[in-house]
């Protein structure tokens, strides 16, 4: 009998695999669990959903994330609920964030008189945590624990199918998407056009992608990046893995802004943004300046990661651009990013590599508010400017030697300037050792060094 049973319920999960075609494991059948129950063994059902809330999606709003988690939920038959949510308000603790978890989610509760209470819930662990990103992209989705510990109603049963989009509707999805306009946009433009549309924002999210992946065709996206580069007629190099067909680097550069590089060789500004992909690989950027204080983008690369070698390779490659093979830029601005600042020593030696003052200045401003006591702030703030600010040597020293008088009672703040920036980094940012680098060159740079 036991030996049936088995062979009944390994029938049942085939059967069940059809239905919860994304699920890994799938409920035993309700015969068996009731009899594991009666011995007093825990159910082994286990069904995950994780795939289904696997996003790299970034939402605008809290309820943009509530909307999209919720309908996600109805697709896959979980009823999800909030089990806490909380606003940042500045006090400790409080941060912007929403769990979810699955309605099944807490223990039985025991009543008062000892019994167990006729509730459904039984400590399911489904749990999903919601955050803004750091980088400050959206609100980020992050699947906890996909599991749920009981058996899901069949995915199939019911389940109607009056939110799917019309061929006029996805030709709408199509024409906005391609002007970049928001999912979120997309949808209320959908219920203005069309006033019987019950479509929800998974549907539009999904048709989005169903485009992408019809423009890019058979090509992976790297190869699709790459016959853009070609298409638009790029100067383009590329590095691959040893032996292997994994790209490591790729830089291109468009031929307008090589001619303007080649016109305009003085001053480049270079720097990295996160922002731009879902492998949160960084995009790192070289900008030129014209004479009449116009940027321009001179070109883009992506990086397998941010160290010296991998600047190297790139700054090479930006070398190879210059017509005359003698030229290079004479000012390179950039941030605090030492792997790109001793690439910058190795492949340009003649360049002057500056320090961006803006961001040294945010970095320094956070750590005063860190260490320095409210009514000092202001005051101190204005004696580091004039430290930066210094025209010689001399009148470096002496605003030094005030900053470090006002400063006896924050030494964490004091030797955070001197050991982080000053000491070795005064060269490239101060303007007693700068205006010289500056009067050689073009005075259109203070607009950066400002
Ligand atoms: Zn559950």
Redesign the pocket.
């Known amino acids: 009998m036991d030996k049936m049973q088995k062979r009944w319920s390994w029938c049942s999960i085939d059967v069940e695999v059809e239905n919860f075609r994304n699920y890994t494991f799938t409920p035993l059948a309700p015969e068996l669990l009731q009899k594991d129950f009666r011995k007093g063994n825990l159910p082994q059902v286990c069904v995950d959903v994780t795939d289904a809330f696997m996003t790299m999606e970034r939402f605008g709003t809290r309820e943009e994330v509530i909307r999209w988690i919720k309908e996600v939920g109805i697709d896959n038959k ?1 009823t999800v609920i909030i089990s806490r949510s909380d606003t940042e308000t500045g006090k400790r603790g409080r941060s912007n964030k929403i769990i979810f978890g ?4 807490e223990k039985h509760k025991i009543s008062d008189s000892g019994t167990q209470s006729a509730s459904k819930k039984c400590g ?1 662990p ?1 749990k999903i945590r919601s955050t803004p990103a750091k980088d400050g992209s959206g609100w980020k989705i992050d699947v906890k624990c996909g599991l ?3 058996g ?1 109603p069949d995915r199939l049963e019911g389940h109607s199918f009056i939110d799917r989009l019309t061929t006029y509707e996805k030709q709408h999805v199509a024409d906005l998407a391609k002007r970049h306009v928001a999912p979120r946009h997309i949808l209320l433009s959908l219920q203005d056009n069309y006033p019987e549309n019950v479509t929800r924002i998974t549907q539009v999210y999904k048709h989005k992608s169903v485009i992408q992946k019809e423009i890019r065709g058979p090509r992976s996206e790297i190869q699709h990046l790459f016959k853009l580069i070609e298409d638009a007629g790029y100067v383009y190099w590329s590095r691959k893995k040893d032996d292997l067909e994994v790209v490591r680097e790729i830089f291109w550069a468009h031929p307008d802004s090589v001619k303007l590089l080649n016109i305009f060789p003085i001053v480049l500004v270079m720097d990295s943004t996160y922002k731009t992909n879902k492998y949160r690989q960084p995009l790192f950027e070289i900008v030129g300046m014209t004479s009449t204080e116009l940027t321009f983008a001179v070109g883009f690369a992506y990086m397998e990661s941010e160290q010296t070698e991998n600047f190297c390779w790139v700054l090479e490659k930006l070398k190879e651009l210059f017509v005359k093979k003698d030229m290079c830029p004479q000012v390179i601005l950039t941030d605090r990013d030492l792997a790109l600042m001793k690439a910058i020593e190795v492949v340009f030696p003649s360049s002057i590599n500056l320090l961006c003052r803006f961001h040294i200045n945010k970095n320094v401003g956070a750590k005063c508010k860190q260490h320095v006591v409210n009514d000092l702030q202001k005051a101190i703030d204005t004696l580091w400017m004039e430290v930066v600010w210094a025209s010689d040597e001399v009148e470096y020293g002496q605003r030094l030697h005030q900053l470090e008088q006002a400063c006896v009672d924050c030494s964490g703040f004091i030797n955070y300037v001197k050991d982080t920036w000053l000491t070795p980094h005064r060269h490239r940012f101060v303007g007693a050792w700068i205006n010289r680098v500056l009067h050689l060159g073009n005075t259109t740079t203070n607009r950066y060094v400002l």
């Open positions: 979980v699955c309605d099944k989610g399911c489904f749920h510990n009981h899901l």
